[in-house]
């Protein structure tokens, strides 16, 4: 899926935002957060995952004035897997009719927001 076809684009993952947790059954695999929005995040992993098209995913952000979030056991769909030189990337869509979303997307839009908010600012300073 190209960024044509997304809701909204995704969002670069600062150093504040955690490795992500994927749990699939009994299996966990901690994974480097790529990009995010309200309705995804893209992860890198240096092994493959199970062949499952749903995974649950946990991971925390701090925000740029020091609030840590925490987002856990979110259900997703694994969207794309694309094979890279150093593992495989996944693109993985929160599923929004579950209650971990619906309980969660508070969170979720506040991390958005924040990344967003603070990659203006980035920008502005660098212009």
Do not use: W
Not at 3 to 9: F, G, T, Y
Not at 57 to 75: A, M, N, P, R
Not at 90 to 99: E, I, K, M, P, S
Request: aromatic share 8%; hydrophobic share 30%.
């Amino acid at each position: 899926m190209n960024e044509d076809q997304r809701i909204r684009p995704r969002l670069l993952c600062p150093d504040t935002f955690s490795d992500s947790e994927v749990t699939q059954g009994k299996l966990m695999t901690s994974c480097v957060s790529v990009n995010f929005h309200r309705y995804g995040i893209a992860i890198n992993s240096i092994s493959r995952l199970e062949s499952s098209s749903h995974c649950h995913v946990q991971f925390s952000y701090s925000t740029f004035d020091g609030k840590l979030i925490e987002v856990e056991s979110l259900l997703c769909d694994i969207k794309y897997r694309q094979e890279l030189e150093t593992g495989n990337q996944y693109g993985l869509a929160f599923v929004n009719a579950d209650q971990s979303y619906i309980n969660q997307q508070t969170k979720l839009l506040a991390i958005e927001l924040d990344i967003e908010q603070n990659s203006e600012q980035l920008e502005d300073l660098l212009s």
